[in-house]
Each structure stands twice: as C-alpha cells, then as structure tokens.
C-alpha cells in the first residue's frame, strides 16, 4: 500500500481507480490515527512510572522506575517475538490456544491487516503497547518488597504468556468472543487481568514491613505528589489513544464518541471519589481523587463505544465511589497495595465490564449480563491461578522478597547501588 | 457517518456516491485533528499544573494539584451539563444571553455540527477542554491563600456561567461577533477572561502573609523549578492544539501556518522576556523567561491565522517584553500574584486582542481596533464585575480566605492532612 | 491550497475535479502528520531539559533548564531568518553551501513544498523543530561548568549556521546526496553532529572539578532520577515524530514500519545496555538503561525504513550494548559528560549510520559502507573543526569557564541568583 500523491497527473483517471484512490486515502488517515493512538498508549508507560514512582517511598524510587522501563523493552521484545502470533493467530485453532509462529511475517507488511484499516506493522505496534500495560498494573502493586530479577522473571513469562492467552480469547476471536462476551478496550482483558496478577502478588508477597501492626493499619505516604499527579494526568492523556485507538478506524462518530465518554466518566470518577473519600475520611485526600480519575477511565473502558454520554457519567461516578471503599476494604484484608491499583484495576475493570450489560445501548455485539460475568470470571480464576502459580514458584526458587534488611535500606540501594535523589 | 471503507467494493460507484466519499474522507480527517487537538488542549491542564505547583512553595503544592484536578472534572462536567448549550445555542437568542438546555442532545450526535468539519461529539469536547482554562487561570493566582472549598464554588460559577455567557457573545454568534470583534482562539475570550478573575480574586483576598511588608516587596520563590519548566513546555505543547485545533479543520494553510506563528511567537516571547528581565534585574531570572513563553503564546492567540509570520515575531516579542514590566507593576500595585497568571493571561492576553488590529493581514473578518478594544472592555467589566462580585459573596457567607494559622502551617497540611514530599 | 468540503454541492463534479479533491484529502492528511510530528519533536526538548537536568546536580538546575529554554527560542528564530534558507535553498548552488535569502518567503506560504506532501510552513516548522537539537545535545556534555552568555553565544552560530550546512550536504539535494550517503532522520547529521560538538566542548573546557582526580575517577551522580526517567521517556515518545514524520508523508506502510523498527530498537537498547552495565559494574544502573534507550533510537534514526523488523532489533541491541563501553572509554579518556551525551548521540549516531549499510534492505538510495563512512567522517570532521575553533575562539575572548568558585557554589547561584528548590 502506497499513497497515490499525484499519480493521477500520468493518466486518465477512471471510476475505478478513483474509489481506490478514496479508499486509499481513508486507510491512510484510519492508519495513521492507529498509530498516534499507539505513541499516546506508549506514554501511558510514563505515566505509570510517574504515578508509582510518586507513591512510593523515596528509597525504592529507582527500583520503580528501573522496573518500568525495562517492562515495556520486555513487552515491546516478547510481543514481537511470541505474543502478538500468539493473541492474534489469523485463523482460529480451536478458542482457547494456538501454537504461534515466532516474530512478525515479514511477507505481509504492506498489506492491510483483517480489519481492513492499518497495516499489519499498525496492527503490531498497538497492540504491542497494550501488552506490557498488565505487568506494569502489577508492579505498583508489588511495589517496595519484590526482588527485581524475580519480578522481571514474571513480568516476562505475564507478558508473552498469560496476557496474549486470555486476549486471545475475546480479541483473537477465541471462545469468549464467540460466546458474546463485550470489552471494547479490556477493562477486564487489560486491567481486571493486570488486577489480579497483581492480587496473586500481594498475596504471595505479603504486606510490607510496619504496614499492618498490632495497633492498626498504618497509612505509608507517597514521597512525590507531584510526580503522582503528572502520572495521573499523563495516564488519562494516554488513555484517549488507549480507547479512541480501540475503534481500529478513524471513524468520526465513534472515534468522538469514545473521547466524549472516557472523559465525562474520568471527570465523573474524579468527583465520585472525592466526595465519597471526603464522607469517609473527612479530609480531601488527594490519593482518591488521582484513582478516582483512574477508575472512572478504567470503568468506562469495556463499553466506552456502547454506552451513552449520559451513561458514562454514571458509570464514572460509580467506579470513583468504588475506589475508596476498595481501598478500604483491601486494607481491612491486610492486602498491602502502595499504590491502589487493585482497587483502580481490578475492581473497577470488573465494574466497567459489568456496566457495558447495564449500559450498552447498541444492539450488536454488547454481552448480556450473564456473557459479561462468564467472561470476567474465566478471565480471572485463569490469570490469577497461573499468577499465583508463577510468583510461588518464583519464591520457592530464585526468592521473591528482599531482605528484611534491604526492606529497610530501601531497594534503590540494595538492588543498584544509588539513590533518586542526591 | 460511517467512514465507507470498502463500501465501493459492493456496488458500482457514480461520480455523486464518489464525491460524497471524498467529502466524508475529507471529513475524517478534519474530525480527528479536531479530537487530536482536544487532546492536546488536555495536556494544558497539565501543564497549568506543573507551572503553578512549581511556582508554590512546598507547603501549598497538594493544595495546587487537587485544585487543579477538580478544575478539569468540573469544567467537563458542568459544560457538559449546561456550559456547551448555553455558549452554542443552535439558534442565537438575542445575542447577550439564551436560556440552554440541559445536557447533550443524544439526537444529534451523528449528525455534523455547525461548521460542517466533525461531529457534534467532537465539537463539544474541544470546546469542553477550553471551558476550565480560565478556572485554571485564576486558581494560579490565588494561590497559597484561598480556602479550597470556596475557590471549588468559584470555579463551579464561573466555568459554568461566566466563561459560557463571555464565548457565547463571540463564538456562539452573539453580539460581539455581529460587531466585527475578532479573536481567533481566545487571547480574549479565554485567557484575559480568566486574568480579570484572576484579578477579582487578588483583590478580594489581599496578598499572602509576608509577600508585601513596611520593609518593601519580598520575592516569594517557588520552591521547583523543574516542576515549573515542565509546565511551561507542557502548555506550549499543548498550544499546538488551542490555536491549531481552532482552525476548526484540517485545512492544511490554515493549521500550518497557525503552527508557525504560534510556535515563532512563544519563542520571540522567550527572547523578549529574558531580555528586558536581565535589563531590569541585572541577572538571568528563568521565571521571566517561562513567562515569557507564555506570554508570546497568550498574545498570539487573537491573531495566530491572521497575522503574518513576521508579524508574530513581532507580536511574541512584545508579549515578552511586557512580562518583566507587569510583573514589576503588579507588585507595585501591591496585588499578589504567585504564578504571574494576571501578567501573562490579562496583559499579553489584551495585548493580543489589540494586536489583531494592528498586525491583521486578512481582510475579511479582522476587527478594527475600535472593535477590538469594545470587545476587550466588554468582556473585562464584565468578567470583573461577576467574578469580584462572586469572590465577595464567597468571602461573606462561607469566607474566602483561610485563617492565619493554616497559612503559616500551610494549604496541604490545613486542607488536606498530609504533605507533598516525605 | 485550502480544503473542498461541501465545494462539490454547487457543482457538477468531473473525473478532473473528483482526482483534484482525491489528491487534496491525500496532501491534507500529511500535511496533518507531519504538523503532529512537529510538535511530537518539538516535545523532545521537554525530554532533554528533564533528562539533562535530572543528570546534573542540584545546584546546576536552573541553568540547564533555562539553557534548553532558551535553545529553542533562539533554534527557531535563528531557522526562520537564515538556517532554513540556507539548508534548503530550493535551488542547489553547488552542493557545499549557498547563499541564503533572510526569512520565509511570504509569497511561497500557500504552495505546497518541494516534497508535495505539506504546505511550505509545514516544511519550515518541522525542519525548525529538528535544527536545535543539536545545540541541545552539546547544552548536556558542557553541563555544570559552561558559562552561559558562552554557551548562547556558542547555540546561535552552531544552529543558525554549523548545523544547516551539513544539513544542507544531504538534505537540501548537496554534495552527499549525490554521492549515495543514506541518514533517513538524522543519525549522522543531527545526532552524531551534535556529539561532535558535544566532544569539541568538552575537550576545550576540561573535566569539572573533582571528577578525575589522583585517587581515580570519581563518579557524580545527578540529583534526580524521576526527572530523568521522565526525560527518555519524553524522548522516546517524540522520537515518532522525529522518525515517523521524516517519511515526509503519512504513507501507511512507511510510517508503520518507521514506528515499529523506532520501538524494538529503543526496547532493543534498554536490554542490551542492562545486561552490559550489569556484567560490567556488577549492579542495576539505571542511568545505563536510560542512555541504552536513547542509544537504541538513535542506532535506528539514520535506517528507520530501510531496516528490516529483525534487522532493527540487532541495531538497537547493538547500541544499548556500545552504550556502557562508550560511558567507560571515554571516562577512561578523562573526556567528562555528565550526561553521556556523546556515547549516546556520537558513538550510538556513527554506529547506526554505518548500520543502514549493513542492515538496509531497499535497493534505492541505501548507501554502502563507503559512501556511509565518507558521510560521518565529512560531517564530523567539519563539525568537529568548527565547534572545536567556536569554543576556543569563545574561549580566548569572552571566557567560556565559570570560575572554579562559581562551579563550587553551582551555576543557579551564580548565573540566575536562585536556587531549582527550595
């Protein structure tokens, strides 16, 4: 495929080789909205770094950011290597796995992808962003306890396994998809999935030093609120590449619709949890309002396409009520989460799956309650039992927890010898 | 309208069904840009963030971060609910004021908005990201003083009835607009309509603790620079899509040369500022410089499709140069302005607003200068008026300004319970 | 050019007509790409300003950033009075330099470029956006101990004139365009020419004080890692631009493919300089991944499109690997760069240059190894004997050192009169 820029100047054009030019030109403004929205995903990345790198303790700041770096090289490698062969195989192989062929064919670049609206190396390079964004939910979760190389060693096998597997399921056209389960841009193929890897972690891990004592929950500060919030905001930037990319075209009504509604319920998750989190805790805890903002985009993300303007407003608002009694909640379980993001991701990721049954206003394609809540459930016994499975068998064998000592230290020092600032 | 994508494939297309095609190809493109560019006026919101929170000491920076958080929600929120349908009423109703709707219509969602380049969704959410601008504005310049639930009633007032009724009188075909007034994106309409508030507030609250004392002015610094520079960067970024983004289609002469002028003006403002403030201060003060930026680009906004690329260099210098010198009068007048928002929106923001009649180089539509300054006081007294008359009745009902104490001990202590850094 | 919406309701339209507004949706929406790559490089100097400023020390913050403030101002005004002129004179001249008219030519503004793929403001500010970054590189290697009049004084003449006319040998149709040489984006003529004059400078100044003493090389840590993780991630994100948009068109599979081999070469990096740094210093630097990144994208500039997926993957592992021998030797040659701008931009730039003849897969206009190297030892002998004869000229008249008092108290103080926190 190659644009036509003045190639009419050398012939007569005809009927047909004008609507081939027009469907050229569509395919090139769908084409290149695929891959700004991919550049925009990709910041997300940074936005994550900043985010959990503001919520935690200065001493494992590097740790944070180091690990997040090396995820998305690790995403981007394995994705190209394995995982996009193996969520997307081009013709189904029974619905639950396939045995992908390794790295990217070069044979079929420059042909279209099967939507018919970006190229192959489009269609690679999106949803390759998407890929390492689970692993990276899981590593504020972990946060400030895991050993490095044992989390990078999950981190690899989640990434060019376990998320391409369950992906394959709805977005590869797999089992799910076929049965009419509904998530445009995987608040539970994305984040609930992320959201429960990293509950497997927490689980394994256990809660960091001091955090649950004998006198009660103690509450660990973040060390840099401006760093969080420029995580926050670079996230919900992010996220109109993240759901607006999820039209696969650059279709005006949907794409617009999308932006409509992944705001309106981002701002709606903003009030929500401020109110809530002003009810319960009597102050205005900014922490809620930044996953307020989180859980209002990761609610809207199954059925931002299907469900109304109106509508997105209420299910905004909904996941940000939910993020205070979430975090609440998880702290009464004495599940140690620095950075909330089960809270943001797993609960409001099954929240907004169940939304698109109550919400979705188109008839074609939306899941029924009954679809929706199958699909949640499988999506979650399988990630989080492979989840558990690979963070036990990482501790049994290479450790997964530093030192009692290097908890204390902080990780900046015990895993790379330096600290964030000087 | 659905892009057509293959749609030719099924029937044999006619020379009406191919130039609908090329319209809707047309349209398509225009659509996103317009979305792209609502993405990027988002990134201001960031941008103010940063600018604003490193300009504050670190005391107050929670303070800064949360205001700035629920300026986003609410100005999505309440334009949403009633600020789009009273500043594009559809039908002009008098020209001062129309009594709107409630909500979106869901009716017309797919259909094209006014201008015939995007949809009514997109039309909405790049007019959305505008609306909380001049809250933001203000909220800079009332910093480390104002208590923060009566600056959240100000902002909820005035995003959603002043800055609506102000844009109506221009850019929803109102009174102004008949009158020839010109402002191209809003040096008027968005940043000296923000800078009066701005300006009602100082007023209305008197200066911090310290700033102005029997001993002379004292330069209160902020307490991140880095912070502050991100912010600068961030909003000239996100300039790209204020001034380019209202040109209202991807109209290539149109967008590239609003790019030109934009970007040469900011620059020019750079050098204006760093310039006269070394004149001025005998040393290298970089908060010139970044107000500066901001400077050249608020000045450009008028005019930054009418006035020519020399022109803009022009125009941006003399923005900059107006930096150091409002700056220094402000603080003469003894009105108290952390951030420098009345400096760089007010000033250069009027600045801007004049240069269109003096630098404008298209015939049809640029006002003349009598135009231009009726336009310029009209929406000042206003604005002024409203706000000071909104801040006063804050300050005698649920009272403006913290106390003494909280001032000292600081905003994110008094306000929030907990601090920035740890 | 102007846009044909709704045009063809008011007349019959014909197969010249329909081709006519075919070709017009086509220029518009590159036209569109390359503005947003405009800004996406533009975004790139927030990048260097984070990365540069997190690597240095505290009390050298404010300068930095108020250096790469002001690059940019002087980068743009600079291209539009003289540099893009003399890079692109419209008619070669010789093909080593030419004389160049002052300031865009207004008369030219609507036409489309020479390329027929974006306006002529277009062409100029996406150029503009690429023309300081090289000063931006040097900003970083001289950090810490330039003063700063020398180093403005320095940016101006190597971006008004040093830069363009090595940019002019290739790009502007000069002598090494003529003679095969390859550099798709800049490998050699933006990166390795700024790590020339990077090297010049640091020859001419020395080592800051207390950096090799008797007792051995002592390492100086920068002050803040967030700040510069935020930077390469900043810069990898406007690396779409700076590639994706130096297809000059928004061509689908050249645009794709450019975003793909820029991804896995930038992830490429940050593993091959891991596991380098970690083999060799026996800890998880992490300053070793951040330039292991950035050597990888600028491994894969010079060869974006004509590199095969596999191939990009190779060249970026490559440079992560070069990164950590390059930081090594040249702190062995007592060659002091506090950001390792040369081992990033120099041996990375050389090194992907020669990569296109090694790994290039299109017959067309891939240069070979001959014509490569003739490039990077023409463009960095020129740059490297100009930059080196600047500084000391500089050197000799204005002073181009702080004194060894001010390097101890730190530049901030002593060149702005403030300290970045406070």
Redesign the interface.
């Given at each position: 495929?190659?644009?036509?820029?003045?190639d009419?100047a050398e012939t007569?054009?005809?009927?047909e080789s004008?609507?081939?030019?027009?469907?050229?030109?569509?395919?090139?403004?769908?084409?290149?909205?695929i891959?700004?929205a991919?550049?925009?995903v990709?910041?997300m990345?940074?936005g994550f770094?900043?985010l959990e790198?503001?919520f935690v303790?200065?001493k494992n700041?590097?740790n944070i950011?180091?690990k997040?770096?090396?995820i998305?090289?690790?995403?981007?490698?394995t994705y190209?290597f394995v995982g996009f062969n193996l969520m997307y195989p081009g013709e189904n192989v029974g619905g639950y796995f396939n045995i992908p062929k390794l790295?990217?064919n070069?044979e079929i670049?420059?042909l279209t992808s099967s939507y018919?609206?970006?190229?192959?190396?489009?269609d690679?390079?999106f949803q390759?962003m998407f890929a390492a964004t689970g692993a990276t939910i899981v590593s504020g979760a972990v946060a400030e306890r895991i050993k490095?190389e044992a989390f990078l060693v999950f981190a690899l096998v989640f990434v060019s396994l376990i998320y391409p597997i369950v992906g394959f399921w709805k977005w590869g056209a797999g089992w799910l998809d076929a049965l009419g389960f509904y998530d445009f841009a995987g608040s539970t193929l994305v984040h609930s999935v992320g959201g429960w890897a990293a509950l497997a972690g927490i689980i394994v891990l256990g809660p960091r030093k001091g955090k649950y004592t004998k006198k009660g929950m103690r509450a660990i500060?973040?060390?840099?609120?401006?760093?969080a919030?420029?995580g926050?905001?670079?996230l919900?930037?992010g996220w109109?590449g993240f759901n607006?990319g999820s039209v696969l075209?650059?279709?005006?009504?949907g794409?617009?619709?999308v932006?409509?509604t992944t705001?309106?319920a981002?701002?709606?998750g903003?009030?929500g949890a401020?109110l809530t989190g002003f009810i319960m805790f009597k102050?205005?805890?900014?922490s809620m309002?930044?996953n307020g903002?989180l859980g209002g985009l990761v609610g809207i993300t199954a059925g931002a396409d299907v469900i109304?303007?109106?509508g997105s407003?209420v299910v905004g608002l909904i996941a940000g009520i939910l993020i205070p009694l979430a975090v609440t909640f998880f702290d009464k379980m004495k599940l140690d989460d620095p950075v909330g993001a089960t809270s943001v991701h797993l609960v409001c990721g099954v929240w907004g799956t169940i939304a698109v049954a109550l919400f979705g206003t188109l008839d074609d394609g939306v899941g029924t309650l009954s679809d929706q809540l199958i699909g949640i459930v499988a999506c979650g016994v399988f990630t989080f039992v492979l989840s558990f499975a690979l963070f036990y068998l990482i501790k049994v064998t290479m450790g997964l927890r530093v030192t009692s000592e290097e908890e204390e230290k902080g990780l900046d020092i015990g895993?790379?010898?330096?600290?964030?600032?000087?």
């Open positions: 495929m190659k644009i036509l820029l003045f009419f007569v054009p005809t009927v004008l609507s081939n030019a027009i469907l050229e030109a569509e395919f090139t403004t769908s084409n290149l909205w891959l700004v991919a550049a925009l990709f910041i990345h940074l770094s900043a790198s503001g303790r200065r700041v590097v950011l180091y997040n770096m090396m998305i090289a690790i995403g981007l490698l190209w790295m990217l070069p670049a420059d018919g609206n970006y190229t192959y190396w489009t690679f390079i390759a490095l500060r973040g060390h840099n609120m401006p760093l919030a420029l926050v905001f670079l919900w930037f109109y607006g075209s650059a279709d005006p009504a794409v617009s619709k932006f409509v705001s309106l981002a701002a709606a903003a009030i401020a102050t205005h805890d900014i309002v930044m903002i109304s303007i109106n407003v895993e790379h010898e330096m600290t964030a600032y000087s």
